[in-house]
C-alpha cells in the first residue's frame, strides 16, 4: 500500500484487495500444549516426533474411516 501510495495508485479497490488477501501468518491453526500431550508419548519423545505420530496416527484412522464407508456402499 505504501508503494501504490507513494505513486499515487492507492484507490479503494486497491486497498479492499490487498487488506483481503490471505497472509501466510493468518493461515488457521490448531495448537495443543505440550504438557496436555506428553501423558500419551514416552518421555524423551520430541515435539517434532509428537507431532509426526499425531499426524500419522490421523492419516491412519482417516483412511479407517474412508474403507468402513467403501464397504457400507458395496454392501
Known amino acids: 500500500m505504501k508503494k ?3 505513486q499515487n495508485t492507492l484507490s ?3 486497498i479492499y484487495e ?3 488477501e490471505e ?3 493468518q ?3 490448531i495448537s495443543f500444549k ?3 500431550l506428553k501423558g500419551f508419548f ?3 519423545f520430541t515435539q517434532k516426533q509428537m507431532t509426526d505420530t499425531i ?3 490421523l492419516y491412519e484412522y482417516n483412511r479407517k474411516l474412508e474403507r468402513s464407508h467403501r464397504s457400507r456402499e458395496e454392501r
Open 42 to 44: 514416552p518421555k524423551n
Open 18 to 20: 490487498i487488506m483481503s
Open 55 to 57: 499426524l500419522k496416527l
Open 4 to 6: 501504490q501510495a507513494q
Open 27 to 29: 493461515t488457521e491453526r
Open 12 to 14: 479503494s479497490d486497491s
Open 23 to 25: 497472509k501466510g501468518n
Open 34 to 36: 505440550v504438557q496436555d
